[in-house]
C-alpha cells in the first residue's frame, strides 16, 4: 500500500519527468509499479511507544525499535521489564515481597545467600533459584558426594569394573585420582606388562620376538617347510611326562607346540619325522600338544589350548578322543600321520616346544 507521502512524491516526479520531454506522462506513469517509489517514512519514536513502559516494539514501517525503559523508576529502582504476572515484554514489574504482595520483594546479596554452601543453587527470600559461586576443584564436581548434597563439592569413585574398562590388566588411576589394581585379562602364556608391551597391556611371557637357542640334547627347527612358513621356532627334545614337558618348555621362553590349523599340524608332525631326537623317544615320533583338560574326570573331556584359544580344527583317530578308563586328560599326536589321540598326562611322549610369541 502507498502512503500519501510516497502518492506525492510519485505525482511530483512523474510530472518533472514529463515536463522535460523524458518521457509522455502516460510512460511514466508506468514507473509507479517499482517499490523504491513507495517510501515509508517512520513514525516518532514517542507515537511507536506510546503506552508502552519498555521493551521492543514494531513501527509503522514495520521495523524493530527499542523503547526506552522506564522500569527503574518504579518499584523502589528495582522493577525490571517483563518481570510481571502477565508476562508482557513491554510492562514493568518485580518479584512480590512473600511478607507484602503489594511490594517488589528485594533479593538478598549472593554473598549472604551463599554463605557456607561449597556450590550449586539455592533458593533466595524472594523465591528465586540463584547459582552459588563454585568453590570445587578437580577433581571433584558439585554434588558428586556420599550425602548427595547438591550444594557440596565430591568425588564418588565408579565401579572397578567402569575404572578398568578399557585396559588388559596393570594398576590405573580412577576419576578420582585413587590407584585401582585391574583384574587381569591374560590368556595363558600371558602376563601383565611383559615382553616389551605398553603399561596395561597384556604380553608374551617367553621370549618377545626372539629365538631361544635350543637347549642340550634339543633339534631347533625354523617353521619353514618348503612353501609353509608359520614364523615360528620349533624345538624337538627329549621324551618327558606331560606336566614334565611344559616345565621343561617354559623354562627357556616356550611352550608345548600348538597347531590349531591342518597347515600347522601337518607342518609340525612333518618337522618331528626329520629329527634325529624324536626317533629315541619311547613311542617314536609321538609328541605332546599343548592341548588338555586336567580336571575332566571320568566324564568326556573339554580339551582346550593351553593359551587360551579357542579349539576350532581337531585330527583325532577315529573314535578318539574316548578319555579310556576316566583318565586321559592330555593329547599326543603322531608323526608320521599328525592325527591325535587321548592318553594319560603321566605317560612319557616327545616334547616339541614352540615359541610363544610371533
Same mark, same amino acid.
Given at each position: 500500500?502507498?502512503?500519501?507521502?510516497?502518492?506525492?512524491?510519485?505525482?511530483?516526479?512523474?510530472?518533472?519527468?514529463?515536463?522535460?520531454?523524458?518521457?509522455?506522462?502516460?510512460?511514466?506513469?508506468?514507473?509507479?509499479?517499482?517499490?523504491?517509489?513507495?517510501?515509508?517514512?517512520?513514525? @516518532?519514536?514517542?507515537?511507536?511507544?506510546?503506552?508502552?513502559?519498555?521493551?521492543?516494539?514494531?513501527?509503522?514501517?514495520?521495523?524493530?525499535?527499542?523503547?526506552?525503559?522506564?522500569?527503574?523508576?518504579?518499584?523502589?529502582?528495582?522493577?525490571?521489564?517483563?518481570?510481571?504476572?502477565?508476562?508482557?515484554?513491554?510492562?514493568?514489574?518485580?518479584?512480590?515481597?512473600?511478607?507484602?504482595?503489594?511490594?517488589?520483594?528485594?533479593?538478598?546479596?549472593?554473598?549472604?545467600?551463599?554463605?557456607?554452601?561449597?556450590?550449586?543453587?539455592?533458593?533466595?527470600?524472594?523465591?528465586?533459584?540463584?547459582?552459588?559461586?563454585?568453590?570445587?576443584?578437580?577433581?571433584?564436581?558439585?554434588?558428586?558426594?556420599?550425602?548427595?548434597?547438591?550444594?557440596?563439592?565430591?568425588?564418588?569413585?565408579?565401579?572397578?569394573?567402569?575404572?578398568?574398562?578399557?585396559?588388559?590388566?596393570?594398576?590405573?588411576?580412577?576419576?578420582?585420582?585413587?590407584?585401582?589394581?585391574?583384574?587381569?585379562?591374560?590368556?595363558?602364556?600371558?602376563?601383565?606388562?611383559?615382553?616389551?608391551?605398553?603399561?596395561?597391556?597384556?604380553?608374551?611371557?617367553?621370549?618377545?620376538?626372539?629365538?631361544?637357542?635350543?637347549?642340550?640334547?634339543?633339534?631347533?627347527?625354523?617353521?619353514?617347510?618348503?612353501?609353509?612358513?608359520?614364523?615360528?621356532?620349533?624345538?624337538?627334545?627329549?621324551?618327558?611326562?606331560?606336566?614334565?614337558?611344559?616345565?621343561?618348555?617354559?623354562?627357556?621362553?616356550?611352550?608345548?607346540?600348538?597347531?590349531?590349523?591342518?597347515?600347522?599340524?601337518?607342518?609340525?608332525?612333518?618337522?618331528?619325522?626329520?629329527?634325529?631326537?624324536?626317533?629315541?623317544?619311547?613311542?617314536?615320533?609321538?609328541?605332546?600338544?599343548?592341548?588338555?583338560?586336567?580336571?575332566?574326570?571320568?566324564? @568326556?573331556?573339554?580339551?582346550?589350548?593351553?593359551?587360551?584359544?579357542?579349539?576350532?580344527?581337531?585330527?583325532?583317530?577315529?573314535?578318539?578322543?574316548?578319555?579310556?578308563?576316566?583318565?586321559?586328560?592330555?593329547?599326543?599326536?603322531?608323526?608320521?600321520?599328525?592325527?591325535?589321540?587321548?592318553?594319560?598326562?603321566?605317560?612319557?611322549?616327545?616334547?616339541?616346544?614352540?615359541?610363544?610369541?610371533?
Amino acid at each position: 500500500m502507498v502512503s500519501r507521502w510516497g502518492l506525492r512524491r510519485r505525482s511530483v516526479l512523474v510530472g518533472a519527468l514529463a515536463a522535460l520531454g523524458v518521457a509522455s506522462c502516460a510512460e511514466v506513469a508506468k514507473l509507479d509499479r517499482f517499490e523504491f517509489l513507495d517510501v515509508c517514512v517512520p513514525e @516518532a519514536l514517542d507515537a511507536t511507544c506510546k503506552g508502552v513502559e519498555c521493551g521492543p516494539r514494531t513501527n509503522n514501517c514495520g521495523e524493530p525499535v527499542a523503547c526506552p525503559d522506564t522500569c527503574s523508576a518504579k518499584g523502589n529502582g528495582i522493577e525490571t521489564c517483563g518481570d510481571n504476572t502477565e508476562a508482557d515484554p513491554n510492562r514493568c514489574g518485580c518479584t512480590a515481597d512473600p511478607n507484602d504482595p503489594l511490594k517488589c520483594c528485594v533479593p538478598v546479596a549472593i554473598e549472604q545467600l551463599c554463605f557456607g554452601v561449597q556450590c550449586g543453587e539455592k533458593l533466595d527470600n524472594c523465591g528465586q533459584m540463584r547459582l552459588c559461586p563454585s568453590n570445587c576443584n578437580a577433581p571433584d564436581t558439585c554434588g558428586d558426594n556420599a550425602d548427595n548434597d547438591a550444594n557440596k563439592c565430591g568425588c564418588t569413585a565408579p565401579p572397578v569394573a567402569v575404572t578398568c574398562s578399557e585396559v588388559e590388566c596393570g594398576v590405573v588411576e580412577d576419576k578420582c585420582g585413587l590407584f585401582v589394581t585391574c583384574p587381569s585379562t591374560c590368556a595363558p602364556l600371558h602376563g601383565c606388562e611383559v615382553g616389551g608391551v605398553g603399561d596395561n597391556t597384556c604380553g608374551c611371557t617367553g621370549v618377545p620376538n626372539a629365538t631361544p637357542p635350543a637347549p642340550t640334547g634339543c633339534e631347533m627347527f625354523s617353521g619353514t617347510v618348503g612353501s609353509n612358513t608359520l614364523g615360528r621356532s620349533y624345538y624337538v627334545c627329549p621324551a618327558k611326562s606331560e606336566v614334565q614337558a611344559r616345565v621343561f618348555c617354559q623354562g627357556f621362553g616356550t611352550d608345548l607346540v600348538r597347531p590349531k590349523t591342518f597347515e600347522q599340524n601337518q607342518l609340525v608332525a612333518g618337522l618331528v619325522m626329520q629329527s634325529t631326537v624324536a626317533g629315541g623317544w619311547y613311542e617314536p615320533h609321538s609328541y605332546w600338544l599343548g592341548l588338555e583338560d586336567p580336571e575332566c574326570g571320568a566324564d @568326556a573331556c573339554n580339551y582346550k589350548w593351553i593359551d587360551g584359544a579357542a579349539v576350532t580344527a581337531t585330527f583325532y583317530n577315529g573314535g578318539e578322543p574316548n578319555n579310556t578308563g576316566g583318565g586321559e586328560h592330555c593329547i599326543e599326536a603322531k608323526g608320521y600321520s599328525g592325527n591325535w589321540n587321548d592318553i594319560p598326562c603321566a605317560n612319557t611322549r616327545g616334547v616339541v616346544c614352540e615359541t610363544t610369541c610371533d
